[in-house]
């Protein structure tokens, strides 16, 4: 028994794939940034691309199983991630490491729910905004005026 296949079904899966596929590439250029200037990376590429992918994934799911309210799907990602998230986070006396990460990765899911939902020009800005802030360090001027520099310089 052969199972039909309509035009349009292949194409909302056509769609799909799309949006899965631009959320983890939009993902990864998070994870690149993030990657390429740190020797030890416990989130690179390949995590924040998965993230990505997954939370649109989801985001796609969501709106295909729980039509009557999506926001359910979506708020899960929202909380499962930040679960993920609080594993990244680490404190030693008063030293804390895995802020920026966690944050990262926290903004990153709501990169690719805005994909599963087709909001791709605020998935690319927000992604932009992401790529930014990882990046801020590294700005000269940034290293003059950042306060926390110049505690460690003390």
Not at 40 to 64: D, H, K, P
Not at 96 to 119: F, K, R
Request: charged share 15%.
């Amino acid at each position: 028994m052969q199972i039909p296949f309509s035009d349009s079904a292949i194409i909302t899966d056509l769609e799909m794939f799309f949006r899965i596929t631009f959320a983890c590439v939009l993902g990864c250029v998070i994870g690149w940034e993030r990657e390429r200037h740190r020797n030890i990376v416990s989130a690179g590429i390949r995590t924040y691309g998965a993230i990505c992918m997954g939370a649109c994934a989801f985001g796609i799911i969501g709106l295909y199983i729980a039509q009557d309210d999506p926001s359910r799907v979506a708020a899960q990602v929202v909380t499962g991630i930040g679960f993920l998230g609080g594993g990244i986070i680490f404190r030693q006396g008063d030293y804390v490491t895995g802020l920026t990460t966690a944050a990262t990765l926290w903004a990153t899911a709501a990169v690719g729910l805005c994909v599963s939902v087709g909001m791709y020009l605020t998935a690319v800005l927000t992604s932009i905004l992401i790529f930014l802030l990882l990046y801020l360090p590294r700005i000269r001027w940034w290293k003059k005026i950042s306060s926390k520099i110049k505690e460690e310089k003390a």
